[in-house]
């Protein structure tokens, strides 16, 4: 027993740390204060509006729902008061989902102020450290510490405990083309395909080195050489003359359609006329496009 004890009280100071670097007067204050810290009605806490994680396994929070059923919530939610006299997520949505599977109807959380920058800041860093994001919502994640919080890359990178070139290459994923985004969101391929087609400059070549990948199962390794491929071939292009800038628009937007739509796209115009050619690869893909269209 106090094997275990000892066990609970570790697992409890490390997952505290993230949340008092943050908030370090206001936690500690909270735990020490009996009406901030208290049981909850699990229907009177709503969810964090600054919650990064799109994706929950539910196979993870069965097991810890299972945990949860057996040895009850060893670390409290964090929660502020919202001004529906309600109480709004910082941390914990997994243990709060876990505990209602489990059938609590009641969970032990800590309440704390703390403004909205300071939230979302808790909220990404958090679920970042903890390596809970897939690629798409991590990249998405730095891209809002920066925008939202006025931080730097070198800033956002000292946060969360990475190289700048490390939060560069997760940013850079937001630039690819909605069905890459999609593969690496679905995990049909890694940060590292990912980081190896961006390599390439336009949207329609990348799109190439991306069917042509998930088409062979290609590795890491593999799709590095795909690239470097395709790479050469176009510098072996013969060079046109000069574009104008009306040739330079209309590349624009066919990279810009094909990042949108997932897919080649062809625009030609003759005279006042002109033709847009979509590209699709089978009749699902044809439903995924013909439905990102109504929906534009």
Not at 5 to 20: H, I, P, Q
């Amino acid at each position: 027993m106090k094997n275990t004890d000892s066990a609970k009280k570790t697992k409890r100071n490390v997952l505290g740390r993230g949340l008092d670097a943050f908030l370090p007067e206001a936690v500690s204050s909270a735990k020490d204060s009996p009406e901030n810290y208290f049981e909850c009605d699990v229907d009177d806490i709503v969810p964090n509006q600054f919650q990064p994680r799109t994706i929950f396994s539910q196979e993870e929070l069965a097991e810890l729902s299972e945990s949860i059923a057996e040895q009850g919530i060893i670390q409290p939610l964090v929660v502020r008061k919202n001004s529906q006299d309600l109480y709004e997520l910082i941390a914990g949505e997994r243990r709060l989902r876990a505990s209602k599977m489990a059938g609590l109807s009641r969970v032990p959380v800590v309440v704390v102020e703390a403004s909205d920058q300071k939230v979302l800041q808790m909220a990404l860093v958090e679920n970042i450290q903890r390596e809970n994001l897939n690629p798409l919502e991590e990249s998405h994640a730095y891209s809002r510490l920066m925008e939202e919080c006025s931080l730097t890359q070198e800033e956002v990178a000292k946060r969360v405990g990475k190289k700048r070139s490390t939060v560069a290459n997760f940013i850079r994923l937001r630039n690819l083309p909605r069905l890459i985004q999609d593969g690496i969101r679905e995990g049909v391929v890694s940060m590292g395909h990912a980081r190896a087609i961006l390599g390439l400059e336009d949207s329609s070549t990348q799109l190439t080195a991306y069917r042509e990948t998930v088409k062979r199962a290609l590795s890491v390794r593999a799709t590095e050489a795909l690239v470097n491929r395709l790479k050469k071939q176009k510098l072996s292009q013969p060079k046109d003359v000069e574009p104008t800038s009306a040739a330079i628009y209309m590349k624009h937007l066919c990279d810009e359609l094909s990042r949108q739509l997932g897919t080649k796209v062809e625009i030609s115009k003759n005279g006042k006329r002109g033709t847009i050619k979509i590209e699709f690869y089978a009749e699902q893909d044809l439903d995924r496009i013909v439905t990102l269209l109504k929906n534009a």
